[in-house]
Each structure stands twice: as structure tokens, then as C-alpha cells.
């Protein structure tokens, strides 16, 4: 190592797709190459290719045709081993000390046989609650099943997956979670060391300034996949009670795409649906909301309310998952448990002009010290500990 700064390849098993976890791992790429930090950054893409931009080196390697969907625009290629020969030769040419896997995914199992067969130190992120996700789509796909037989079967697979996760995540020596929950779950279920990473925020991009709707109207926002994980139908339901109380001078700014849309669009009665945008057209999307609903219970941080809360909106985010650990309640946002409670603070801040512009501000101050520089060193920090066990083990010299 030069300058104690650790030679990392990483595989990231989200990396080019529209989700809060690519993004996540991308800004690492990018804060690498700015520190001119040795980075070998391994992905999947169309195609394959490698290429040299700065400190960073991308190795992208291309998914079969069958692949397996998973996500918007996110497949699993069984057959993805295929790519090892050309991962090791990367591997050989770099030199890492240590491996960064995101998840249990096909990319990161190439890592994981490799630093398995090299005895390279290993390091583990936990970015996506897959075993949770999956229990929601199941619920969804099996809705014609009694309520019980349902409920059944999503819970089997999802102490199922949970469980596959931790073995998988008892692999490296050191495991990043988004929140402290997880920290603390994770680092008993895998017997391993486990510290917090969180995420950051961009200030300058998310700001109150970008908003350009000023005709009184109140706009209930969300933003993120439309997908049965991320609780989607309580936005319709949200509406509805509303609607039936009486109110009318608000609308919803939904942002975002999946199988959900059709059903939504279809049944609620004042949503405007961008689809999915990024950059300043997001900025601006989220600086028009002036209330963020984000019912998901599935999501490990929920980068949206934070993004949200930047733009000076404030969240109500669910009591489960990682998001109510963004919120400061009563002062940036609100935790909800139902949809009782949903209808009960969006209507308390529809009726209240004071206490919303209160809370704009105070949204806004609370997240804006997050930079993603300070959450980057921490997991560098978390790399040195990883290599510092395996010292101690034996593993490295």
C-alpha cells in the first residue's frame, strides 16, 4: 500500500442502473478517482470492455441474453462465472489488497471465489433488503391465495433468503450497513465486524431554490421504482382518505417507473407522473413537493428522504426499514406506523402554513452536513480495518 491508502477492486452488483444503490456505488468510483485512490471497478454492462480514467480502473463485462430480470433494467446471469478467467487476469494486472463485494449477486460471486481461491481480504456492503423485496413481490404475485397462505409463503422466503444472506455475508471480514439496525443485525448474524455507511447528499444539486411552482397548490411527492416493495398503493389510499375529508388543493408529483404505474395512474385521481428523471429536472421535481411520502418498508436507507429533506421537504417515511433513521420526527418529517397515521400528518401539514415552513427549514439543516466525502472516508476506514483482521489472522503480511 502507498500512504496506507488500500488498492481496492470492487464489485458492485447495481452500478449503471436508475436505483439509490448504483448511485451509491457510482459516487464511490467517482470520490476514488478524485482522491487519485488505485481503484479497479468491476460491473456489469452491454458489452465487454476495459478502460483506464484516472486512478480508476472499469473492467465491464456483459450479461448473457438469458439473464434473469430482477429490477428495472437489474438481471442475474447465472452463467456469469464465465467471466472469472478474464476478472483474474484483471486481478493480476491491479494487485488489490482487498476484494469489495455489494451483495449476493452475480457479480460479486466472481469475487468471491477469487479472493477465496487468492486469500485476498474481503469486504462486504449490504446496500438492498433483498430478502424483503422478494417477500413483497411474492405477496403481490400470489394475491389470489387466502390472505394466510399468502402471508405464509412470503415469510418463508424471507427468512430463507435472510438467512443464505448472512452465510454469504460471513465471507468477508468486515460488513458496511446503511443503518444502525442493520449494523447491529448483521454483525450478529454474520459473526463479523460491522460499522455504518451511511450516504450523503448532494447540497448543491437538491435545494429549495430549484422550485418553480408557486401557485399554492400543495404537492404530495414521491420518488423511487414504482414496485409492490416499496409500498406504492398507500400513495392511492393517501389520496383517497384526502379526497374524502374534503380537501382539494393539492396534488401528487409522482417520479419514478415500474409494474405499479398502470394500476396508479388509472386510479388516482390528481397525480402528475414524470416517469424517471435525474440531474435538474429531478432537483426541481423534488423542490416543488412540499410533503415527501415515502411508504416504503422494505428500503435499508432510503436515500430519497434524505434528498428530499435537502430540498427543504419535509418526509413521513415508515416506522420499518431504514428511512426513520434519516427523519428527525416532529422537526424534519414524521414516522408513520399506518396509513392512519400517513392521512393524519399529511393533513397536519396541509392545515398548518406555519409548521410545514418550519419544517421545510428544518429539513433542509439537518441533512445538508452529510457530504458524501465524510461517508467515503468511513468506508476506507472500513477497508483498513478489514486489512488490519487480516494481519492479525495471518491472512496478509
Sequence with gaps: ?????????????????????????????????????????????????????????????????????????????????????????????????????????????????????????????????????????????????????????????????????????????????????????????????????????????????????????????????????????????LEKRLLEMGKTNFKFLIVGEGDERTFMEKTMKTAEFTGFISGEQLAEAYANMDIFVFPSETDAFGNVAQEANCSGVPAIVSNLGGPKFIIKAGESGFVAENLEDYVKYSVELMDNPEKLAKMKEAARNFVISNSWDAIFDGVYDGYRKTLEIARERGQIK
Design 1 to 237: 500500500m502507498s500512504e496506507n491508502i488500500p488498492r481496492v477492486a470492487f464489485f458492485p452488483d447495481s452500478y449503471l442502473e436508475v436505483n439509490g444503490a448504483a448511485m451509491t456505488c457510482r459516487r464511490l468510483t467517482g470520490f476514488a478517482q478524485k482522491r487519485g485512490y488505485p481503484f479497479l471497478c468491476v460491473y456489469a454492462d452491454q458489452k465487454n470492455e476495459t478502460f483506464v480514467d484516472g486512478s480508476v480502473t472499469n473492467l465491464a463485462l456483459k450479461r448473457a441474453m438469458l439473464s434473469i430480470p430482477v429490477d428495472e433494467a437489474l438481471k442475474y446471469d447465472p452463467f456469469f462465472t464465465r467471466h472469472l478467467n478474464r476478472v483474474s487476469k484483471a486481478l493480476d494486472e491491479f494487485k488489490p489488497d482487498l476484494l469489495h463485494i455489494t451483495g449476493l449477486n452475480d457479480v460479486s460471486i466472481n469475487a468471491a471465489i477469487l479472493a477465496y481461491k487468492r486469500q485476498i481480504p474481503l469486504l462486504g456492503s449490504w446496500h438492498t433488503n433483498l430478502h424483503e423485496f422478494a417477500s413483497r413481490r411474492l405477496e403481490k404475485l400470489f394475491r389470489f391465495l387466502p390472505d394466510s397462505w399468502n402471508k405464509s409463503i412470503a415469510g418463508f422466503a424471507e427468512k430463507k433468503i435472510y438467512a443464505g444472506s448472512l452465510l454469504y455475508y460471513r465471507m468477508p471480514k468486515v460488513v458496511l450497513a446503511p443503518n444502525s439496525e442493520l449494523v447491529e443485525a448483521l454483525g450478529k448474524g454474520s459473526n463479523r465486524a460491522a460499522f455504518l455507511m451511511g450516504r450523503g447528499v448532494d447540497s448543491e444539486l437538491f435545494s429549495p431554490a430549484k422550485r418553480t411552482a408557486h401557485d399554492g397548490i400543495i404537492r404530495l411527492g414521491f420518488v423511487g421504482r414504482l414496485r409492490a416493495e416499496k409500498n406504492v398503493r398507500l400513495l392511492v389510499d
